[in-house]
C-alpha cells in the first residue's frame, strides 16, 4: 500500500473516489453522499489548494482508501473530513494507516490539533435518542458502542470525545466531536 497525495491530475482516482465515499457511508449515514455526483463534488472540494488530500493505493493503483482535511483556526485546527476505505477492505489497517498519515501531514505543516465530527444518526450509541441536555458530561463519560460506531476506532488512535453537539441531525441524532493533539 502507498498513501500520496490525490490531485487534480489523478482522473481514475478521482472517479474511484466519489464512488468510494458514496459506498462507505451508504450503510449508516446514507445521506452524506447519496450519489455518485455527490460524492464527485466532495472529492473536488478535497482537491482545493488548502486542503489536504491523501489516498491509498495498492501496486496495482488501485484505491484503498482516502482522507481529507480541512484547515481552520489559521490551520492551527484540522478538521479530519471525511475518511472512507473501501467497505471489503475495512479492520485490515487502512484507516488507521491513513489517519497516522494525516496527522504527519498536518504536524508538517505546523498544526497543533486535529479535530473530527461523528454522527450518531441510526442509534449507533448511547447519546442517541437521549436528552442530552441532561447531564450531557456524565451522557459522554458512559458512552457505549451498540452498533459499530466509529468512536470507537478514533479512541483508540488517541483521539478523545471534545464535546457533542445534541440534535445536529435530528432530535436524538448527535454529532460527537473528537480532538487529538499532534503537535
Known amino acids: 500500500m502507498n498513501i500520496r497525495t490525490l490531485t487534480p491530475a489523478d482522473e481514475t ?5 466519489a464512488q468510494l465515499i458514496v459506498d462507505a457511508f451508504r450503510e449508516h449515514w446514507p445521506d ?17 489548494a488548502d486542503r489536504i488530500c491523501r489516498a491509498a493505493v495498492d501496486e496495482d493503483g488501485t484505491l484503498l482508501g482516502v482522507i481529507g482535511g480541512i484547515p481552520q483556526y489559521d490551520a492551527h485546527v484540522w478538521e479530519l473530513h471525511p475518511l472512507a476505505v473501501q467497505p471489503s477492505l475495512q479492520k485490515q489497517g487502512i484507516g488507521r494507516a491513513l ?28 447519546l442517541a435518542d437521549v436528552d442530552l441536555y441532561e447531564n450531557l ?10 452498533k459499530g460506531h466509529p468512536f470507537e476506532f478514533y479512541q483508540k488512535l ?26
Do not use: C
Open 13 to 17: 482516482l478521482i472517479q474511484q473516489a
Open 32 to 48: 452524506a453522499w447519496p450519489t455518485f455526483e455527490d460524492g464527485l463534488e466532495e472529492v473536488h472540494e478535497m482537491l482545493s
Open 99 to 126: 489517519v497516522a498519515d494525516f496527522e504527519e501531514q498536518v504536524r508538517e505543516r505546523g498544526g497543533l490539533t486535529i479535530t473530527l465530527g461523528s454522527d450518531d444518526e441510526d442509534g449507533m450509541t448511547s
Open 137 to 146: 458530561w456524565e451522557q459522554i463519560r458512559n458512552i457505549r458502542n451498540l
Open 158 to 183: 488517541g483521539y478523545i470525545i471534545t464535546g457533542v453537539m445534541p440534535d445536529a441531525n435530528g432530535r436524538g441524532k448527535p454529532d460527537i466531536y473528537m480532538s487529538k493533539r499532534v503537535n
